[in-house]
């Protein structure tokens, strides 16, 4: 009897001990749900500018915008703009859309100036009050600046005293917005180089002789005008020229070609070419393999009743992926028979065989554009 009594004492004290557990998460829950956040009463502030962060996808699709909790906030106003031109900003998404976190996504544009407008609003749960002031930060995902060249610059003048230099990374030349700028003779590309002119108020450049020489590196031009009604050079001049001498570091494939990677690609974008007598693109009938040729948004107005060679000719390279889109090509004048847009004269993208990039295919792709 004894053992008995002795057994049930044990667990009466076994089952207030388990109460007694349940009662104290019980509790603990009930902590959690009462929780309140250690800023009440107060003036909120937006995130400061340097605080937020901008992310571009992988695959240049889309920004991520991030930035530092506000603690006691009763969550923010989101607005983005793209202000290429300052005085007409373009709304991107949702307007003062109210976000319950703290980031945002957003589609992206290259070569696009941003500016985001952040304001954390207030809560009032907590008599907190929202900030009396949003915040702006300016982004852009253009390339870096390498120099800016003045208004009425003969580019040949210039860059015959700034040769451009070796480099590892792109460099960019900026022209000025709605800057004029002229060009007799040639200049010599032997790095990959950007020439920019302004998105929205492009620089223009008459051309009276020369080319873009270019000894096999990427290549781009963009938001520029080229005016080629008094161009006095050869015919065998074009806006972009690959050299007579390829560049010496670059190691030839084993076929003989000397190779401009699909990463670093050739390409005409955004620009507008009145008057022009020759080619746009010429190899010199040299074995050059350009990885990536492209033509985008452009307008290429062609003064060619004389001229019997293609606009884009490859005489001993080849081409990986061409690439023409949303853009205009028209002649001015009634063009010679024999003219033609593209001519690629021999081989294929398979018997280039470079040392770091397969190139098994080749492709030519024309879209949203006009032939006249």
Request: hydrophobic share 35%.
């Amino acid at each position: 009897m004894k053992m008995r009594s002795k057994f049930r004492t044990l667990l009466s004290l076994v089952c207030i001990a388990v109460a007694l557990s349940v009662t104290s998460c019980i509790d603990g829950f009930k902590d959690n749900l009462t929780w309140a956040p250690s800023v009440q009463n107060a003036q909120l502030e937006s995130p400061a500018a340097d605080q937020i962060t901008v992310t571009p996808s992988a695959d240049g699709s889309k920004l991520t915008f991030k930035w530092p909790v506000v603690y006691g906030a009763g969550g923010y106003q989101f607005s983005l703009y793209i202000v290429d031109n300052p005085d007409k900003p373009v709304l991107v998404g949702t307007e003062n859309e109210v976000v319950d976190g703290t980031s945002v996504e957003r589609p992206m544009q290259e070569d696009t100036r941003y500016k985001v407008v952040i304001k954390t609003l207030g809560n009032a749960k907590y008599n907190n009050t929202e900030a009396t002031a949003a915040t702006e930060k300016l982004y852009d995902n253009l390339l870096a600046v390498t120099a800016v060249i003045p208004s009425g610059t003969n580019l040949t003048d210039y860059f015959t005293t700034n040769p451009i230099p070796s480099s590892s990374t792109e460099l960019c030349y900026q022209l000025e917005a709605n800057g004029n700028y002229t060009m007799s003779g040639d200049v010599a590309i032997g790095s990959q180089v950007t020439i920019r002119g302004d998105k929205v108020n492009h620089a223009k450049i008459a051309m009276t002789n020369g080319s873009f020489v270019n000894n096999g590196v990427g290549f781009k031009m963009k938001f520029i005008d080229i005016d080629y009604s008094a161009f006095a050079g050869v015919n065998t001049s074009s806006i972009i020229l690959m050299s007579a001498t390829p560049n010496p570091a670059i190691t030839l494939t084993s076929t003989g070609y000397t190779v401009v990677p699909t990463t670093a690609p050739i390409a005409i974008q955004s620009c507008k070419i009145t008057g022009l007598k020759y080619y746009l693109f010429y190899d010199n009938s040299k074995k050059y393999g350009i990885g990536s040729f492209l033509i985008k948004d452009c307008i290429i107005g062609q003064n060619t009743n004389s001229f019997a060679n293609a606009t884009i000719r490859f005489g001993a390279g080849m081409v990986k992926d061409m690439t023409i889109t949303n853009s205009t090509f028209y002649n001015e004048v009634v063009a010679n028979s024999s003219n033609r847009i593209c001519q690629i004269s021999s081989g294929n993208a398979g018997s280039v065989k470079p040392l770091t990039e397969t190139w098994a295919n080749g492709s030519i792709t024309i879209t949203s554009s006009t032939f006249s």
